[in-house]
C-alpha cells in the first residue's frame, strides 16, 4: 500500500515537471518565432523534450516517450545545423507541445500502459510523419541502401576554425609518433600496426618522417617515425589505446573517432545522470577520453600553473584538451553543456521545494490564530503589569511577526510565469484574426500571493482576448490611421501603496464614447438630459448584457465576460479602473491587495466599535477639534499644509451614535493616487490582522472587506479603502 501511495507521488511529481517543462518549451518557442536562429531558445527546446522523453520512460508512458524521441531527432538535426527552423517547422513545433499537453492530461487520468484512443492516436501518427518529413533523408529506404553500398574513400582529417579535428568518414583516425628509445626496450613499432590488422581493418596508412635527420646524424638504435592511419574497427577508444600500452609513455597518441561517433559522443553526454561531475571524468565516463589522455592533461595543466604568463582560460583542463588535439569541439561544448544544466539544476532544487498547497494554507491558517493567541497575550501582559512578563510577550510578539512574514513570504511568487503564458494567446488569437499583434511585458518580477495568481489568470485572459478583439485593428487599418501595422499589448505590474496594480494596455482603437452613450440611452441607464463623465460612461462595459459590438464573434461580442471580469476581481478585494482615447488606445488597471491572509494593519476607533485599515495604504494622522470640522462651509474638505483634503465623518457615515470627543482625529488614507482624510473618534494603533471572511449574511456591508479577531475575542471590521475613497470622491462631486 505505502509503496503504491510512493509510485503516485512520483508521479504527480513527473507530470508537474512536465508541465513546467512545456511551459518553459512554449516561451522559448515563441521567441524561436522571431529570431529562428537563437541558439539559447533551440538548446532549451531540446533540453526540455529530452527530459520529458527520459523521464516518461523512466514511468512507462511509453508513446510520450516515443513521441518526444521523434521530436528530439528532428531537434537534434537542427542543433548541429542539418536542418534550418522554418515557419512550417515553428507551427509544427508548436503543435507538437499541445499534443504533449494532452497526453499528459490523457496519462494523469488514465493507466500507464492505456492505449491512446482513436482521435489521439490519429493525431499522434500525423505530427510524427510530418516531423519524419524534416529529418535529413526521412525514412527513405532507397538512401539508406545507397549509404549501405558506399564504397570507401580514405579519410581526410580537416582542421577548421580553433584547430578543430574531424574525421571525415566512419573510420577511427589514429595519430601516432613513436618516442626514440622503441628499439631500445626491444619493441618493434611494425608489431602494434600489425596487431591492429588483426583487429579491425587498416583503411589508409601513410609513414611520417618529419623527425627523421640526415644521414649522418641518423642513430640506427633510434626510432623517426610516425604513423597516420584510418582504423575500421567496432573497438573503443580505450581499447585501442591499450594496444600502445607498452608505449604509452614514450610515444605521442591521437585517437579521433569517426565522424558518426561524435554524434555518438554527444547523445552519451546527454544520457548521462544528473549528477555533479568534472568535465575530464564525464568524458571519461562516455570513451571520449581514456584514463591516459585525462592523466596527461592534468599533468600539463599542472606544469602550466607553474608560469605566472598563463590566463585562467589556458589552464582549463577542457582548453588543454582540445589544444592536444585529445577530443573534439562538439564533444566538449556537450560536457559543458550538460556540466552547466546539472549545475542549474541543483541550484534550483537547492532553492525550491514542492508543497502541497493544502499543506500551505493550513500552516498559514495555524499562523493566523498564532498572530491571534499572541495578541490576546500581550493584552493580558500589559494589564498584569509585570516587566518581565510584558518583555517576554514583547520578544515573543516580534518572533511571531517574523514567522508570519516568512511564512506569508512562501506564499509570494512572481507574476512574470503568469505573463508568459498570454505569449501563446496572443500568438494564436492575432492569427486567427488576420492581425499582426505583440505581447510586451514589464514587472514580471513583482511578487503577488500565490490565491491571487491563480484567480487572476481568467479575467486576464479576457482582458487580453478583448484587446486583441476589439481594441487592436488590422494591419490596413492601423496603417490608414498612421500607425504600424503592428499592434501592442502591454501587460505590466507594479506596486503602489500597499497594491499591486495590473495594467492591460493596447495601442488600438479605443473605446467610442459616444457609441456607448447612444447604446446606455437604448437600454435607459442614463436619461437624456444628464451629462455623466467618461469615467462612469465607460463604467457600463462592465454591466451584464451590455455590448457596443456590431457582430458577434466566437471571442466576444455578446455582452458577456465584462461583468464577469469586474465580479471576479471584486471578488478579491480589488478594483477595475478603465481609462480610454478614442483612436489611441485603452488601459485597463487593476488593483489588488498583496495578500488574502494576514496584513499588517491600523486600528482606530469610533464609538464602541473598532475598525482596521490597511497600514500600507495609511500616510499619516493629525488632530483637529469637533468645532473645527463643523465649521468647514462648501464642503466637507479640509487643507492640510497647503493641500486640499476631502475627508468624511466615519460617524455619520456608519451612523454611529453617542458623544463625540472634543478632540477627533483624522486618519489619511491614499489609494490609486487618491487621498482622503477619514475623522475617527480614536486611534489604536498598529495591529498584526489575520483576515476572516465575512458570510453572506453580510454582503450588504460594502464598505466593509472582511473581519479579524481582537486578543479580548472582540471583533474589528476591515475597512474597504477604496471603496471609501470612490464614495469621498462622488460627495465631491454632487457637492460642487
Not at 134 to 151: A, Q, V
Not at 297 to 325: F, M, Y
Amino acid at each position: 500500500m505505502a509503496g503504491n501511495q510512493s509510485d503516485k507521488n512520483f508521479k504527480a511529481v513527473y507530470f508537474t515537471e512536465s508541465r513546467e517543462l512545456l511551459d518553459a518549451m512554449e516561451v522559448s518557442l515563441l521567441a524561436l518565432e522571431k529570431n529562428n536562429s537563437d541558439e539559447e531558445s533551440i538548446n532549451s527546446i531540446f533540453r526540455a523534450v529530452h527530459t520529458i522523453k527520459g523521464n516518461s520512460g523512466m514511468f512507462g508512458f511509453a508513446r510520450i516517450g516515443e513521441f518526444t524521441h521523434n521530436l528530439e531527432n528532428m531537434l537534434s538535426s537542427v542543433r548541429t545545423g542539418d536542418l534550418q527552423i522554418t515557419d512550417e517547422m515553428s507551427v509544427l513545433l508548436l503543435e507538437a507541445h499541445d499534443f504533449i499537453s494532452i497526453m499528459l492530461d490523457y496519462y494523469e487520468g488514465a493507466d500507464d500502459d492505456a492505449a491512446l484512443d482513436p482521435d489521439m492516436e490519429s493525431l499522434f501518427l500525423n505530427l510524427a510523419g510530418r516531423i519524419d518529413e524534416f529529418l535529413p533523408g526521412g525514412n527513405d529506404e532507397e538512401h539508406d541502401k545507397i549509404s549501405s553500398t558506399e564504397t570507401y574513400a580514405p579519410a581526410e582529417v580537416s582542421i577548421e576554425g580553433d584547430n578543430e579535428l574531424y574525421v571525415n568518414n566512419d573510420c577511427w583516425h589514429i595519430s601516432l609518433r613513436f618516442g626514440k628509445n622503441v628499439f631500445k626496450d626491444g619493441l618493434d613499432p611494425y608489431s602494434f600496426i600489425s596487431y591492429l590488422g588483426e583487429k579491425g581493418e587498416i583503411k589508409n596508412i601513410k609513414t611520417v618522417y618529419e623527425d627523421m635527420p640526415f644521414g649522418d646524424k641518423m642513430m640506427a638504435d633510434q626510432c623517426y617515425l610516425g604513423f597516420e592511419m584510418d582504423f575500421k574497427s567496432s573497438m573503443s577508444k580505450r581499447e585501442i589505446e591499450d594496444v600502445f600500452d607498452f608505449v604509452i609513455n614514450d610515444c605521442e597518441l591521437r585517437i579521433l573517432p569517426p565522424n558518426t561517433g561524435i554524434a555518438d559522443y554527444v547523445t552519451l553526454i546527454e544520457d548521462l545522470p544528473e549528477t555533479t561531475m568534472r568535465i575530464g571524468d564525464m568524458l571519461k565516463e562516455i570513451g571520449s577520453l581514456t584514463g591516459a589522455e585525462l592523466k596527461m592533461a592534468l599533468e600539463l595543466q599542472a606544469r602550466k600553473s607553474e608560469s605566472i604568463t598563463k590566463s585562467p582560460e589556458e589552464l582549463l583542463v577542457g582548453n588543454i584538451l582540445l589544444e592536444e588535439k585529445m577530443v573534439q569541439k562538439p564533444v566538449l561544448e556537450a560536457a559543458l553543456e550538460k556540466q552547466t544544466l546539472i549545475k542549474k539544476r541543483e541550484e534550483s532544487n537547492r532553492k525550491l521545494i514542492r508543497i502541497d498547497a493544502e499543506k500551505l494554507d493550513h500552516l498559514i491558517n495555524l499562523i493566523g490564530e498564532l498572530v491571534i493567541t499572541g495578541s490576546n497575550v500581550k493584552q493580558i501582559s500589559e494589564s498584569e503589569e509585570k516587566i518581565g512578563l510584558v518583555k517576554s510577550v514583547t520578544d515573543m510578539a516580534k518572533l511571531i511577526e517574523e514567522i508570519r512574514d516568512s511564512t506569508m513570504g512562501i506564499r509570494m511568487v512572481q507574476i512574470g510565469e503568469t505573463f508568459k503564458r498570454f505569449e501563446r494567446v496572443v500568438r494564436d488569437l492575432s492569427r486567427e484574426k488576420g492581425k499582426q499583434v505583440e505581447l510586451e511585458i514589464y514587472g514580471g518580477d513583482t511578487e503577488l500571493d500565490k490565491t491571487l495568481i491563480d484567480k487572476i489568470s481568467d479575467p486576464l485572459i479576457h482582458l487580453i482576448r478583448n484587446a486583441v478583439d476589439h481594441g487592436i485593428g488590422s494591419p490596413d487599418e492601423r496603417k490608414r490611421a498612421g500607425k504600424s501595422a503592428i499592434g501592442t499589448v502591454t501587460l505590466n505590474a507594479f506596486h503602489e501603496t500597499g497594491s499591486i496594480i495590473i495594467e492591460v494596455r493596447d495601442d488600438g482603437n479605443g473605446l467610442d464614447r459616444d457609441k456607448i452613450y447612444v447604446k446606455a440611452l437604448e437600454l435607459g441607464l442614463v436619461k437624456p438630459d444628464q451629462n455623466p463623465s467618461d469615467y462612469d460612461i465607460y463604467q457600463y462595459i462592465f454591466l451584464p448584457g451590455f455590448s457596443t459590438a456590431s457582430e458577434i464573434s466566437n471571442i466576444s461580442g455578446r455582452g458577456v465576460g465584462m461583468d464577469v471580469v469586474k465580479k471576479n476581481i471584486e471578488s478579491l478585494r480589488g478594483t477595475v479602473v478603465l481609462e480610454s482615447e478614442k483612436g489611441e488606445g485603452t488601459t485597463i488597471r487593476i488593483h489588488l491587495p498583496l495578500t488574502l491572509a494576514i496584513i499588517d494593519g491600523f486600528m482606530v476607533k469610533l464609538a464602541d466599535s473598532y475598525y482596521v485599515l490597511p497600514l500600507d495604504m495609511v500616510t499619516e494622522c493629525t488632530e483637529v477639534s469637533r468645532e473645527e470640522l463643523d465649521s468647514k462651509e462648501g464642503g466637507n474638505y479640509m487643507n492640510l499644509r497647503g493641500d486640499v483634503l476631502p475627508f468624511m465623518k466615519m460617524r455619520e457615515f456608519f451612523m454611529e451614535t453617542g458623544d463625540e470627543p472634543e478632540k477627533q482625529k483624522v486618519i489619511v488614507v491614499e489609494y490609486s493616487r487618491k487621498k482622503v482624510g477619514l475623522v475617527v473618534d480614536d486611534l489604536i494603533g498598529e495591529f498584526q490582522t489575520v483576515i476572516k471572511p465575512l458570510g453572506k449574511i453580510f454582503s450588504s456591508l460594502q464598505w466593509i472587506s472582511g473581519s479579524t479577531i481582537l486578543g479580548t475575542g472582540e471583533v474589528a471590521y476591515i475597512l474597504d479603502i477604496p471603496k471609501l475613497i470612490k464614495s469621498a470622491q462622488i460627495m465631491e462631486y454632487n457637492e460642487l
